[in-house]
């Protein structure tokens, strides 16, 4: 059964930075595509980054373009989500995704397995 675990969210104020982890179990996606979503109470989940299988290519949502870093350890079958300059626009729950194709912008109904979900509040 594959699971996708995420931490490291939390509350921080705007200007800070916090660094989430999604360790991944069940099956290895270290020859896939892996990425974080996010969604906003009363928003659709969107898009925030993807990262191809070697860790060689990513792709961002313009608006954190600059403020943060995907990455990925397929050593550890883990990905992570460094994110800096914080603003309140960014407060959500943020997904994991794996296993599907790397492009620059994922739709989130392409994507077969999701994480429980991290809370990242920013406040101003």
């Known amino acids: 059964q594959v699971q996708l675990v995420e931490s490291g969210g939390g509350l921080v104020q705007a200007g800070g930075s916090l660094r989430l982890s999604c360790a991944a179990s069940?099956?290895?996606?270290?020859?896939?595509?892996m990425g974080w979503f996010r969604q906003a109470p009363g928003k659709e989940r969107e898009f925030v980054a993807t990262?191809?299988?070697?860790?060689?290519?990513?792709s961002y949502l313009d608006s954190v373009k600059g403020r943060f870093t995907i990455s990925r350890d397929n050593a550890k079958n883990t990905i992570y989500l460094q994110m800096n300059s914080l603003k309140p626009e960014d407060t959500a729950v943020y997904y994991c995704?794996?296993?599907?194709?790397?492009?620059?912008?994922?739709?989130?109904?392409?994507?077969?397995?999701w994480g429980q979900g991290t809370q990242v509040t920013v406040s101003s």
């Open positions: 069940g099956r290895t996606f270290s020859t896939s595509a």
């Open positions: 990262i191809n299988w070697s860790g060689g290519t990513s």
């Open positions: 995704s794996a296993g599907h194709p790397f492009m620059a912008i994922i739709p989130a109904k392409e994507v077969p397995y």
